[in-house]
């Protein structure tokens, strides 16, 4: 079974910027649906952005477009997300989420594999 581990949070001042990855254990990347979700604290998971399987669908949330970049890298089986001008009410833990599905959906319910988060605190 395919594992994902998150790296990259921290503590970060807003307007600043933060790479976060997601490392794939076996060769799967290209092929599974990926995606990144956030949970601020005392607040329910919710969809920051995804890829489909075949790299021809890209999903961003409106509260991110602008400011986050998804990407993957299949050689690397890696996908990141840049997040770039950040702001306090980025602060959460971060997850990679992964389905076997080509759609990218926004429920937290549609991932069957997830990481273990990695935290991302924005300092105003």
């Known amino acids: 079974q395919v594992h994902l581990v998150e790296s990259g949070g921290g503590l970060v001042q807003a307007g600043t910027s933060l790479s976060l990855s997601c490392a794939a254990s076996e060769n799967a990347v290209d092929s599974i649906t990926m995606a990144w979700f956030r949970q601020p604290p005392g607040k329910e998971r919710e969809f920051v952005a995804g890829l489909s399987s075949k790299g021809s669908a890209t999903s961003i949330s409106d509260s991110v477009k602008g400011r986050f970049t998804i990407s993957r890298d299949g050689a690397k089986n890696t996908m990141w997300l840049q997040m770039n001008s950040l702001k306090p009410e980025d602060t959460a833990v971060y997850y990679c989420?992964?389905?076997?599905?080509?759609?990218?959906?926004?429920?937290?319910?549609?991932?069957?594999?997830w990481g273990q988060g990695t935290q991302v605190t924005v300092s105003s």
């Open positions: 989420a992964a389905r076997a599905g080509t759609l990218v959906l926004t429920s937290a319910s549609s991932y069957g594999l």
